[in-house]
């Protein structure tokens, strides 16, 4: 897993290809409940498919942030996974841009 970290937030993780993606989601839970609450950004932008078992991670992720009242932002979905986002209505519970993950570090920072 690539974790880049500008300050104390937010972080951001660019995901693996499946099936690779369980696992570092996994290892972000983890990590982000030993470390304290932060805000995140995911960067899906090298995944094409994305399963059940990686979505049950991040609804895990989402919980555990949303819970301590910090962000998850996903970016550069592809067209298919923004597509199982909108079909299952998870489009509404996520935070999705396409903008530059660096950029959007920048301005969850300022907040």
């Known amino acids: 897993m690539n974790v880049r970290q500008w300050s104390q937030e937010p972080i951001l993780v ?9 696992a570092e989601l996994k290892m972000l839970v983890h990590r982000v409940r030993d470390r304290g609450a932060c805000d995140v950004i995911v960067d899906f932008r090298r995944v094409g498919i994305f399963t059940s078992a990686s979505l049950a991670e991040l ?3 989402r919980k555990l942030l ?11 979905l592809s067209a298919r996974t923004k ?19 660096e950029t959007w570090a920048t301005l969850a920072e300022a907040k």
């Open 59 to 61: 609804v895990r992720l």
């Open 14 to 22: 660019e995901l693996p290809p499946e099936p690779q993606s369980v």
């Open 83 to 101: 597509g199982i986002f909108s079909v299952t209505g998870l489009d509404k519970i996520f935070t999705i841009t396409d903008e530059e993950p």
């Open 66 to 76: 949303t819970d301590c009242r910090h962000t998850l932002t996903l970016c550069r």
